[in-house]
């Protein structure tokens, strides 16, 4: 352990910019990611679901 | 063995592999994290400052194992592309669909991390390195690959056209790394190599390692999440789907 | 082979009718040359010195013109089909294309490229070394080219995509092209650059037509 | 000699058929009806191997296609003229034969062009000519390329009636011949006979 205290940690011997921007954004990116890949998900899961109803429906007004 | 070719195929159909990945995906988020937290443990508090580049050299820590992603990835989708275009699964074509997004981030992390270093280290945001520049030329082959496939409608015709453009892209990248590396040092008599910039020392090395190994997890996992999504999109109208659904 | 020879002989007599599409590139490729030294300035060290790139990235873009209608006419009349469902093997017949590409868009700018070096003060062994370049160079931007417009042929954008899904793969003929002009000005020779050059060139010529025939299979499902 | 067991083509996510089989020797022909978008233009693609089939086979003499021997005595008429535009009706035939590998001398084309009743527009460019002549001109490759098995779809399109009367002729001495036809249309066809196919 060589940091002597917290904000010395943050600020990364004067490179804070470079190295808090590239593990910033690698961490930006790699939470946007999944989040944007499990909406698609849920999106087409949703739709499919709402056909599923709709179809019940049909049959339900059809027996009628 | 007869035995466990067939059971192999199974899961080789979108409706067996749909269940799998999606019991699949929380272990390789574990993963993800456990190596991850391992990773990171190392990058800040257990690998030294260095001696020329001060704390500013931890970028490496992300910025290698995204450019060794980003090459890795682009291997594994063309690996799915060809074996689509040979066995003709469906399968195959959805895997690389699926890739293909993550291989582009991980090139655009190589890129941004590699600006960010550049800019304390050889005072330019950006340098025409040779790894630099293939890195971007990768870029555009992802974002190729995946304009290809969005301009495509029919989604068999999608995934046999990015097969052979993905093959095509894998007989090309060593021939682009290398005519980029030849013509780098031709022009620049001195190049600053960004691996072995500092002294590789072992701990580093696992530093490297362990994110390496937290960012292919990371890839699998999200790949998996879309390659589910892809499966429910293009089979939405067969009888597996319905019953599926819950 | 006679299916090669026929199909060249039938796109340059169809290039023959349709003068203006092949001159366009060439056009193209004269102006965008001569666009360069009114844009920088008509000092001589420096024009010769960018010389041999905006030679090269001039004859790749002219190239880039022609590549959509390579397969699109021929898609559009419906006589690709015939090809397809023809007896002779489709990858000659793809061959044959590939070729008469190059000797109507390829050619010109090879036989054009020593005149126009001259306006770059490029002295006469590197014209040479140029033409020599461009000469192993183009017939290789063809053949890459091909597979591009196999693959985006009858899609939304086409043109545009073609450009992104080619230019990448041009770059070692670019680096090799030009870089063999700049070592041999240099005095360094340009022997390693052509030859491998003349490596690619012989890659490319195994495979693309093969990728394309594929490739335009696919387009025509 | 054609045997075609349990094809099934889907465009898209929509099925467009299942299960179909027929089976042609010399001197037959099928008529392959249905409605618009019924899928007779993806069968006849489907016949002559531009498109992969969902299941089921297409067997040629015994042999599955597509394969180099199919192509050969095959030809294919579809709904593109087929004809490049700035070359004569001569010369067309002329490339289209040079392609295939077929020698042809003038003396054939132009009987074949005139057969189909192009006298006086062998040396006209095709732009020029109307639709029902640029048909004539793709047609007359009937006559100039030798093939058992012709796969025509709508080839009665965009034709008057002499010509739809002599597409019926030309049919019928193939057929003959001992050749094999397969045609599309929604009316019906000026040739005797036939199998039918409806989708």
Known sequence: MHWNSVAEFFAMGGYALY????????????????????????????SLIRERLADELELQQKSQ | MRQSVIHWFRFASPQSFYPLAGRMIPWFWAATAAFGIAGLWISFFVAPTDAQQGEGYRIIFIHVPASWMSMFLYLVMAFWAGLGLALNTRLSGMMAQALAPTGALMAALSLWTGALWGKPMWGAWWVWDARLTSEL?????????????AAIDDPRRADKAGAILALVGVVNIPIIYFSVKWWNTLHQGSTINLTKAPSMAQTMLWGMLLMALCFWMYSIAVALTRVRAIILERERHTEWVKHALE | ????????????????????????????????????????????????????????????????????????????????EQMVLSPSPLGLLVAGKILAHWLLCGLPLVLLAPVLGLQFDLDASALVILT?????????????????????????????????????????????????????????????????????????????????????????? | MLNVSGLACSRGERRLFADVGFSLAAGEWLHVQGENGAGKTSLMRLLVGLSPADAGEIRWRDEPTPSPE????????????????????????????ALDGIALD????????????????????????????????LLARLLTRPALLWVLDEAFNALDAPAVK?????????????????????????????KA???
């Open chain 4, 106 to 137: 003038e003396r054939a084309s132009l009987a074949a062009l005139i057969r189909l009743g192009l006298r006086g527009r062998e040396d006209l460019p095709v732009c020029v000519l109307s639709a029902g002549q640029k048909r004539r001109v």
């Open chain 4, 70 to 97: 199919f192509r050969r005595e095959l030809i294919y008429l579809g709904h593109h003229a087929a004809v490049k535009e700035d070359l004569t009706p001569l010369e067309n035939l002329r490339l289209a034969a």
């Open chain 3, 1 to 80: 082979m006679n299916a090669l020879l026929a199909t060249v002989r039938r796109d340059l007599l169809l290039a023959l009718r349709r003068k203006s599409e092949v001159l366009t590139a060439v056009f193209f490729f004269v102006i965008v040359t001569s666009l360069f030294p009114l844009g920088i300035g008509p000092e001589p060290v420096l024009l010769k010195k960018i010389a041999p790139g905006i030679l090269w990235v001039a004859a790749l873009l002219a190239t880039l013109l022609g590549l959509p209608r390579l397969f699109a006419a021929d898609h559009v009349d419906g006589t690709l």
């Open chain 3, 132 to 221: 020599l370049a461009l000469l192993l160079g183009t017939p290789l931007l063809s053949l890459i080219g091909a597979i591009g417009a196999a693959l985006t042929l009858g899609v939304r954008g086409g043109g545009v995509l073609l450009a992104l899904l080619v230019l990448p793969l041009y770059i070692p003929a670019l680096i090799f092209g030009a870089g063999a002009v700049e070592a041999h000005i240099a005095g360094l020779g340009a022997g390693g650059h052509l030859s491998l050059l003349a490596a690619m060139l012989a890659l490319a010529v195994f495979f693309a037509p093969w990728a394309t025939t594929a490739a335009l299979r696919i387009a025509l499902e």
């Open chain 4, 197 to 199: 196919l409806v989708l």
């Open chain 2, 137 to 149: 030329l990768l870029l555009f082959l992802y974002l190729g690959f995946m304009a290809l496939q």
């Open chain 4, 166 to 194: 002599l597409l019926g002729e030309l049919i019928a001495e193939h057929l003959s011949a001992g050749g094999m036809a397969i045609l599309t249309s929604h009316q019906a066809l000026p040739v005797p006979g036939g």
């Open chain 1, 19 to 46: 190295v808090w921007g590239s593990f910033g954004a690698c961490a930006l990116l790699m939470i946007a990611e999944p989040l944007l890949a499990r909406r698609r998900l849920s999106e087409v899961r949703r």
